[in-house]
């Protein structure tokens, strides 16, 4: 049957009308389980030779509210062979027929996207550290699966605010709160968390400036194996690592930084839509979204290709994106990256409901769409673990950790009221000769209560309390390398200092 033909017909059968809002009824099918929307194209195409999986409500435009089974979902993967579920998800009938409807909001935004960091970008492109990006790879993979209704996902989600939160202890910030979003009360509602790191701005903190993946994973070959190492444990190392950078650096941002792990993207974006909607419905200032979903499967030629399609994304924030990678790892770069664009298609990531809010959205992804399809043997497989994509390793995931470091410092640019307390500024003194770590003070100054030393990766290596006002500890047990010591004083302020071990 012909396209046209299709349509046609859809629009005389239509089960609901668009303008009849309160008598709707469900279709009484069993397995039409999910509500939601989609292209068009993908439900005719779907309804042509499934007819049994999916009813289609109401049409729109190029979209269609329907109702469809679980079987649907696999098929729409096999169907459009790109990324994301396809689909956006909706609570009931009324709900999908509503979100055809919906206009996009539309914000007034005076942001202009400059580069003028270069100094300090430079400094923290020198300490981004690959292999943390592997460990956090390899933590996430562990949990088995992420399948937003299992243990194990709500478990990563909670294990990783742990994480977030050693973090900012670890550099002694007192700026950084981390946060649990409960989705139980939603409109499509999930068991499973999600993670809200907030780095707040220090001159201009309701300006935010946003950057996330999602925790959970799926398979198509049964989700109680689901290890999601590409899709999307590499998103989600990628912006730890970014971000525990710019802590390593001591920066402190002008506009305030949120790093999100979103719940449940899988089956039709539940986490970012609750939170993009909160923000939206709050009039929050977000002047940014860079989405990072699957960085580290090298499929195509080029390192970075940006999602160009126009219902998503904004061309603006986009072409920043671009201006960065051509100012820090440009063809005279000794570092370059290459980059193109590619269209992702309905429903692709978290971006879309931060787009329909009315933000500025981009997203860098690992390679192009019709190479994604061919070549990433991995994708919502019961093998996707890092060892299986090409490298073997994060070296692609890596370059994506840089993109990610400039895109917080430029567009968030760093304060210069504010920076880390160190010891010196404090009148405390400490440094390491010959493997000993020596501090001191003079007696008008605050006993240390604690003292703590943490590795490059965030892992706690030695507490000692109750110190005074000098001492010193002997640190030959350690293995050579960048540790960062953290001491907390009697009247509460607490102060870092990197240090090397040689």
Request: proline share 2%; hydrophobic share 35%.
């Amino acid at each position: 049957m012909k396209k046209i033909t299709l349509i046609a017909v859809l629009f005389c059968a239509t089960i609901f009308n668009l303008n009849a809002q309160d008598n709707l009824t469900v279709p009484e099918r069993q397995n039409l389980t999910i509500y939601g929307t989609m292209s068009l194209e993908d439900a005719l195409e779907i309804n042509e030779s499934n007819p049994n999986e999916i009813e289609i409500l109401a049409t729109s435009d190029e979209e269609a509210a329907v109702n469809i089974s679980e079987e649907a979902t696999h098929l729409l993967h096999d169907l459009r062979g790109t990324h994301g579920p396809g689909y956006l998800n909706a609570s009931n009938a009324i709900d999908a027929i509503k979100q055809i409807r919906h206009v996009r909001t539309e914000r007034v935004q005076q942001m202009n996207f400059t580069i003028s960091e270069g100094e300090t970008v430079e400094m923290a492109l020198g300490v981004i550290n690959k292999s943390n990006i592997e460990a956090q790879i390899e933590e996430l993979e562990g949990y088995g699966t992420r399948y937003h209704t299992t243990a194990s996902a709500q478990r990563a989600a909670v294990d990783l605010k742990a994480k977030w939160e050693a973090m900012a202890t670890t550099y002694g910030r007192n700026d950084i709160s981390v946060r649990l979003v409960d989705h139980s009360n939603a409109s499509d509602s999930t068991p499973m968390n999600s993670v809200v790191m907030t780095i707040t701005g220090a001159e201009l903190p309701d300006e935010f400036v946003i950057i996330g993946g999602h925790l959970d994973s799926t398979s198509s070959q049964g989700n109680n194996v689901a290890p999601g190492g590409d899709d999307d444990a590499s998103g989600i190392s990628v912006i730890t690592e970014a971000t525990r950078t710019l802590l390593e650096i001591g920066f402190v941002p002008k506009r305030t930084i949120e790093v999100m792990a979103y719940a449940a993207e899988e089956v039709g974006l539940y986490g970012s839509k609750d939170i993009a909607s909160r923000y939206g419905q709050n009039n929050v200032n977000v002047v940014a979204v860079g989405q990072f979903d699957m960085a580290n499967y090298k499929s195509s030629t080029k390192d970075v290709y940006f999602v160009s399609d126009t219902n998503a994304i904004d061309p603006t924030l986009t072409s920043f994106f671009k201006e960065l990678l051509d100012t820090y790892h440009g063809s005279t770069s000794n570092d370059e990256i290459t980059y193109s664009t590619t269209t992702c298609g309905y429903g692709c990531s978290d971006h879309r409901y931060w787009f329909e809010n009315g933000y500025k959205t981009a997203f860098p992804f690992e390679s192009s769409f019709s190479d994604f399809q061919q070549n990433n043997s991995i994708y919502h497989k019961n093998n996707d673990l890092m060892k299986n994509v090409p490298s073997g390793d994060a070296t692609h995931a890596f370059k994506f950790a840089k993109l990610a470091v400039e895109y917080l410092i430029e567009v968030s640019k760093k304060s210069s009221l504010l920076s880390t307390p160190n010891f010196e500024e404090e009148g405390y003194e400490l440094f390491v000769i010959d493997n000993i770590l020596k501090f001191k003070s003079d007696r008008s100054r605050s006993a240390i209560k604690e003292l703590k030393i943490y590795d490059v990766t965030g892992k706690e290596v030695l507490k000692k309390t109750s110190l005074g006002n000098s001492g010193k500890l002997s640190l030959n047990a350690f293995t050579a390398g960048a540790y960062v010591v953290n001491v907390v004083l009697d009247n509460k302020t607490q102060l870092s200092k990197k240090v090397i071990l040689k």
